[in-house]
């Protein structure tokens, strides 16, 4: 019965995501024609994420939203749990955000078009140079005015353990003087576990901690970096789950 359901889910799911990326991603797509800033694609591709959660069993609960900044950019500094991870920040923070994501992404029919859409920032990870353009259109995006999410671990979590942080946030943040907000997923990892394609709908909490400013010095930043983490190990170790 159990191999029953969650062949139910599973198969639901990528009904699901398959459908709604046709039919969202052509109108984020279209929409980039009449905003081109990316701010209506990004709402349309919130709406795709909140509905991927909530027609698939996964209900999100957002603890802090006082936070969050709603007159500048910042840059959320996270944990990552799972694949719902981005479905959940990108449904439920109620601010413009830019994704920083691989170039391949955006080689996918209709996701990949409202990727782009949305103004959302390819990078090849191998390539240094395309690298280093990846980050200063990162800049340029927070000069903008909209907000961007980085997972510092590199790579979702095994078993819900929170890795060191690679350094990279920090110096996003002390070249843009944006402020960082630590943003702790608690959940998400059991829904699609690392190295599975099953889905096992569950419940996702998100808890947005008080920012951070960035400092000036490289040790600084490191500090506040190391920082961060120590408070979303502590709001992870404090809620008891993974």
Request: with cysteine; proline share 5%; net charge positive.
């Amino acid at each position: 019965m159990n191999k029953l359901i969650s062949i139910y889910h599973t198969g639901r799911f990528w009904i699901l995501i398959t459908f709604l990326s046709i039919i969202l991603g052509l109108l984020a797509f279209f929409a980039g024609f009449v905003d081109n800033t990316g701010n209506l694609s990004h709402r349309i591709s919130s709406l795709w994420c909140r509905l991927l959660c909530k027609l698939n069993g996964v209900e999100v609960e957002i603890d802090g939203l006082e936070n969050i900044l709603s007159d500048k950019p910042q840059i959320f500094v996270s944990n990552h749990q799972g694949y719902f991870d981005i479905f959940a920040l990108s449904g439920y923070l109620p601010v413009q955000i830019r994704w920083v994501a691989k170039s391949s992404l955006f080689k996918i029919p209709f996701m990949g078009w409202a990727m782009k859409a949305s103004g959302y920032i390819p990078v090849e990870r191998g390539d240094r140079k395309k690298a280093f353009e990846a980050f200063n259109k990162t800049l340029e995006k927070l000069k903008e005015g909209s907000s961007i999410i980085i997972f510092p671990e590199g790579t979702r979590s095994e078993d819900g353990e929170i890795g060191p942080f690679k350094k990279g946030s920090n110096l996003i943040a002390s070249r843009s003087k944006c402020p960082m907000v630590p943003v702790t997923i608690i959940g998400s990892g059991h829904i699609i576990k690392k190295g599975s394609a099953v889905i096992t709908p569950g419940s996702v909490q998100i808890v947005i901690s008080p920012l951070v400013e960035p400092r000036s010095d490289k040790k600084g930043n490191e500090e506040v970096l190391e920082s961060i983490r120590e408070t979303i190990v502590a709001t992870q170790r404090d809620a008891g789950l993974n």
